[in-house]
């Protein structure tokens, strides 16, 4: 049985793990949970799966959880649930005997430090929470060398292709043909995003994510930081990355092999799948998802090229990828903050790739990474951010 960790069991992923887990009971025991803000669906999510450890974003928050479970006769014996809190507390949980593989679908930069503490204590990976690669690529993926852990993702184009090269290690890959869905804006014009409203840059056309999710979907921010993904996970030069706009999102991604062979997988849009994978590896769990009918709609296997010019936010990242160092560090942290602004309807929807280019431009790259390094470059950038679009908007 696995002792599964979910960091950020109270997100979309986290929940849709906990799904998947829910189908396969008698493979996995989940020993760690954790939450941001939502502490409530924290402590439903204990009294299902008591874990030896729960985590919350804030210590207020931990101190009235820890209340509610001794009241609500939690701390019986041989079932009390220990509650921690931030950075620390996911760390210590993360590398704690309540796991052996850890989930990680935290949000933004906040999921780096724990995936580095897991990996270093010998713990599988299974990773959603991409900013983990985008800003700490190098040093999380000699870590996981070093340590000999399995690193399995679950972005699903990256479970795509992590499955299209299954049993071709060593073979020589041409390119990856990352797919995207094109967001709510696929074919806009540059003109037509600067009237974006809110609404309209959250309602997906083809997954429900959390929020920030949803709108780097909308700017293809998510594809730009899947490019960055894609290179660490599979050690492939960016330029080797080609992204297609495939808005029915059946096939989650391809590689092309040197002998011309073209591998995809395909299936319905819906994240249980990957995170099924991720979660059994190396086994296929019992998923519960419907066929894929390929008689459903005749045309629904179109590609067409994303347009660079008006989602800049592509070209941006594949080009801090490009210069290294500490320009990815610097492309997150600020888009962190700048789609919070939008969030909070301070910032316009365009104005996220206009002032994430303006940021990365004034942006001084620093080389030779610690883990330390990339956390103080990421507030700096976020204060930077924040002035910017304070001072311009
Ligand atoms: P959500 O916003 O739905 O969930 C994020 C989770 O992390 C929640 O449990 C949230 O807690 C918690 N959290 C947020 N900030 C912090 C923090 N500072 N400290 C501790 N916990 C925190 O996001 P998603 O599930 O959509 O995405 C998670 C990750 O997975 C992201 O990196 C995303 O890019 C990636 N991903 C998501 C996909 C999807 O379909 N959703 C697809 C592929 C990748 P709370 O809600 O309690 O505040
Ligand atoms: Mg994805």
Request: hydrophobic share 40%; glycine share 8%.
């Amino acid at each position: 049985m696995k002792q599964v960790a979910i960091l950020g069991s109270t997100g979309s992923i986290g929940t849709q793990s906990l799904d998947v887990i829910r189908r396969n009971p008698d493979r996995f025991r989940v020993g760690v949970l954790s939450c941001g803000r939502n502490v409530e669906l924290l402590e439903r999510q204990i009294s299902e799966f008591h874990p030896q450890i729960a985590v919350t974003a804030r210590e207020e928050d931990a101190l009235t959880l820890q209340k509610a479970l001794r009241e609500s006769g939690n701390a019986g014996a041989g079932n009390r649930t220990e509650v921690l809190w931030g950075q620390e507390g996911l760390k210590t949980a993360a590398s704690s005997n309540a796991c052996d593989l850890v989930l990680n679908a935290l949000l933004g930069i906040s999921g780096l430090a724990p995936t580095m503490a897991a990996v270093e204590a010998g713990k599988d990976i299974a990773l959603a929470n991409k900013e983990t690669l985008v800003t700490g690529g190098a040093l999380v993926m000699d870590a996981v060398r070093k340590a000999g852990v399995r690193l399995l993702p679950v972005d699903s184009e990256h479970s795509a292709i992590f499955q299209c090269l299954e049993g071709n290690q060593g073979r020589k890959i041409r390119k990856i043909l990352l797919t995207a869905s094109g967001g709510p804006f696929r074919g806009w014009s540059r003109k037509q995003l600067e009237s974006v409203t809110l609404e309209q840059a959250l309602h997906h056309p083809k997954w429900s994510m959390g929020k920030k999710i949803t709108i780097d979907s909308a700017t293809m921010m998510n594809k730009g930081l899947e490019v960055i993904e894609a290179r660490w996970l599979f050690d492939v030069p960016v330029d080797a990355i080609q992204i297609l706009v495939h808005p029915q999102s059946i096939v989650h991604s391809m590689v092309e092999f040197e002998d011309g062979s073209v591998l995809a997988q395909l299936g319905n849009p819906d994240m249980r799948i990957p995170i099924s994978l991720a979660l059994g590896y190396p086994d296929r769990l019992e998923s519960g998802e419907a066929e894929l009918d390929f008689f459903d709609a005749g045309s629904w296997l179109t590609f067409e090229r994303p347009d660079p010019e008006v989602f800049r936010c592509i070209t941006l990242a594949c080009s801090a990828s490009r210069a290294g160092g500490s320009y990815p560090v610097a492309l997150n942290g600020a888009n962190e903050v700048l789609v919070d602004l939008f969030l909070h309807g301070k910032i316009r929807f365009i104005e996220i790739q206009e002032y994430l280019e303006r940021i990365l431009d004034a942006h001084v790259p620093e080389y030779h990474l610690t883990l330390e390094k990339i956390l103080q470059i990421d507030q700096e950038v976020r204060q930077t951010a924040a002035q910017i679009a304070r001072k311009v908007g």
